[in-house]
């Protein structure tokens, strides 16, 4: 159980585009959701916690017009890199909260590589 | 949340245990110290969590001090298969909002 699927599992796209990732928790319902940035060699970088039904919330130092995050259902969060640059090039993961008698366990996604040229 | 300190890499001998260090000194009453690992190119996968006692899973045995400033992760019979980044975290209460904040883990390699 509490299995979280991310898609694409790698993209490459042009600088300008904007390229839509998807978080699903495939066997349970998430109202919360976070997504991570990680670069080669560093840590995870939290960016956001997704809310079900309501905005986003931003990390210090995110553009939060250039990281559009949906969570349009209890399911599914979308993260969409908008006008991508070479610097966005990065390995990208959510998280997707399991709530269940008093605890709240993060279940992490197997990430998406996004490499813009 | 209080700042870990994990050493940066360790080695480790197949079949043997492995013992993983992570100072929290800084750590309040409310907070819970998770274990994290992240295997290469993947998602991270959680392990274990514990708030005062130890605890044990399938996967691993949590030993925190009695004074809360210490714990140890113990995989006790580490295979190739454990080679990871494991990453040791203080969470504060637990919430569905609650961020994971994580810092540089240590590198865990299992050698044959």
């Known amino acids: 159980g509490a299995v979280v699927s991310q898609h694409p599992s790698w993209v490459i796209c042009k600088s300008g585009t904007s390229v839509k990732i998807e978080c699903r928790s495939l066997?349970?319902?998430?109202?919360?959701m976070f997504w991570y940035r990680q670069f080669p060699k560093q840590s995870l970088m939290l960016m956001a916690t997704s809310n079900e039904g309501s905005k986003a919330t931003y990390e210090q130092g995110v553009e939060k017009d250039k990281f559009l995050i949906n969570h349009a259902s209890l399911t599914l969060s979308t993260l969409t890199v908008t006008s991508a640059h070479p610097e966005d090039s990065s390995f990208y993961i959510c998280?997707?909260?399991?709530?269940?008698?008093?605890?709240?366990?993060?279940?992490f996604g197997p990430g998406t590589r996004l490499t813009v040229t | 949340d209080a700042k870990t300190t994990q050493p940066t890499s360790m080695d480790c001998a197949e079949g043997r245990a492995a013992n993983l260090p992570c100072n929290h000194s800084?750590?309040?009453?409310?907070?819970?110290v998770y274990w994290y690992r992240q295997i290469h190119s993947q998602g991270p996968q959680y392990i274990i969590h514990?708030?005062?006692n130890n605890e044990t899973n399938e996967m691993a045995s949590l030993i925190i001090t009695e004074d809360r400033k210490s714990s140890t992760l113990i995989l006790p019979h580490a295979t190739l298969r454990d080679t990871a980044v494991y990453y040791c975290i203080v969470r504060v209460g637990r919430a569905a909002g609650n961020k994971l904040t994580f810092g540089g883990g240590t590198r865990v390699l299992v050698k044959p």
């Open positions: 066997d349970f319902q998430a109202t919360t």
């Open positions: 800084t750590i309040s009453g409310n907070e819970y």
């Open positions: 514990g708030l005062k």
């Open positions: 998280s997707a909260v399991l709530s269940g008698g008093g605890s709240y366990e993060q279940y």
